[in-house]
């Protein structure tokens, strides 16, 4: 499992923003494809969990995001 950690990082370290945007429109695409598959009577769970996943993972990204501009902006005076 480390391995596979360390080759995440290793590729993330060679993206651009270019290739983030495209994994995220990729991992979009999944996620409207999952979302046709779900039954009717199950639908509404599916959206509760994908809000509760959403907030835990956009929290600490943005939180990360904001650090890095405010880094950036410290280090331009």
Do not use: H, R
Request: proline share 3%.
């Amino acid at each position: 499992m480390k391995w596979l950690f360390e080759s995440a990082d290793a590729y993330l370290k060679k993206c651009d923003w270019k290739d983030m945007a495209l994994l995220k429109f990729c991992l979009f695409a999944m996620g409207v494809l999952a979302g046709i598959k779900v039954p009717e009577k199950s639908k509404k769970s599916v959206k509760n969990w994908a809000v509760v996943v959403f907030v835990i993972t956009y929290i600490p990204l943005m939180a990360k995001y904001l650090g890095v501009i405010q880094d950036k902006i410290c280090n331009e005076d």
